[in-house]
């Protein structure tokens, strides 16, 4: 669970899991707490067997039947009951906790501002710059709010103070409430430490599917919290609250809390009972797009392979990564397009590859993005989008060649963009002369596959 906003604003509650995908978004909370000697209260609490739908109402909400698990807590001692809330939990989810919980408290510990890395789930800091999120601007140091761990299959959570909790207008209750809903995931198998079962759903791992994935998992806790907050809680709570932009400085961050609020949007589509949200985990939507347009159907348009690129110039390819609709439309709205122009350019996404290239010397890294529309209006409409952003950063051009001149923050980059069809190419360097070499044998080479693709006159 990330943290929110200051009291007197509305609260956006949000996990933090410390899923794969966010290794290195400090937005999640990658820190971890050291295990710490304390006295242990321990309360039990009595669960119904495991169920795949809402509890019937048979038993009332904190009325509980024969099995117990034992929710241990850590130095600390909570002035509600945790057992109580896990009860709830379990009917709203409509599972049963199998084993018993360890409850840990640490302090809110504020830091000096830092500067991110730039990088996030694929996304290298060369494309970080291609999609003008780039920064060495400092941020403040994000602390989560509540996370959640699966160790030596022991599930353990963490809670952000009660009192410090205050400041963000939350109750440590409503935070256990949304952490208690990975636990059973976890116990459940739905989710585990290596993520290997997501994995396994997609031929890349990419950042594209490593928010849809995330989604999946938090849009689930989100949709509990929700309830639970509507059934029992007192506080002022909006699940679109979290459908914000950050400063670009934190954009690690922002990027990491898409997957709240459109995974509980998707939910709220595409079926929100327990067993639907379950099926959802196990095999979740192909790409953003799905998670996004849920009922929406998906044209299927391929895309080239990685070019090859001679030896001659000089430029080994290293990464390659799928970016995504989400994404894509997350980097307009950073970029100052309203958030229903991004979201209309990003619409008509089909598919994408950007592939990250190491130059010999000081040319310094370059990527050459391809992005595949449904048709030839989405892509030029995405391309249209793209180049008032590029305007809106001060670009100015040189033939085919755009540049965005350096910030206080990030450094100039070159672009250069077509467009064929429905698709749209964007190559992106630091150093002009590298773009533009990028561009030019990634544009012959895709020339000569479609010269390929098209019959001979003496074919039949």
Known sequence: MSRGTKRGTRVALALAVLLALASATPAVGTATIDDRPATQTTTEQQTTEQQTTEADG????????????????????????????????????????????????????????YDVRDEFAAIRPAGAETLQLYSNASTERRQPLGYTVERQAAVHIYLLND??????????????????????????????PSRTQFRSQFPRWTTDSRLVTTAMVEGDAMWVTEQYVRRYGDGDYSVTEYNRTLARAAWPHSVAGTPYYYGYEFYEAAGSSPAERSAAIEGPPNSTAELLHPTEPRANVPVPDAPEIPDSEKLTRYHTDTVGELVIRHSLRMNG?????????????????????????????ATHWVTAWEDEREAREFAAAWRSMLDARGARSAGDTVFVPASDHASGIHYVVSREGATVRITAAEMADTAERLAAVTDSAASSEDDAAEPNESDP
């Open 337 to 365: 397009l309203s958030f229903q122009r991004a979201a209309d350019a990003a619409d008509g996404w089909a598919a994408d590859r950007m592939y990250y290239y190491a130059a010999a010397g000081a040319a310094g890294p």
């Open 58 to 113: 048979d038993q009332s909400d904190d009325e509980s039947s024969d099995q117990s698990v034992a929710i241990e807590t850590e130095g600390f001692d909570p002035d509600y009951d945790p057992a109580t809330v896990l009860n709830r939990v379990e009917k709203l989810r409509g599972r049963s906790a199998l084993q018993g919980i360890t409850l840990h408290e640490y302090d809110d510990e504020a830091g000096e501002p």
């Open 163 to 192: 009192s410090d909790l205050e400041d963000y207008g939350v109750s440590q209750e409503v935070v256990l409430a949304h952490e208690f809903v990975h636990a059973l995931q976890f116990q459940h198998e739905l989710l585990t």
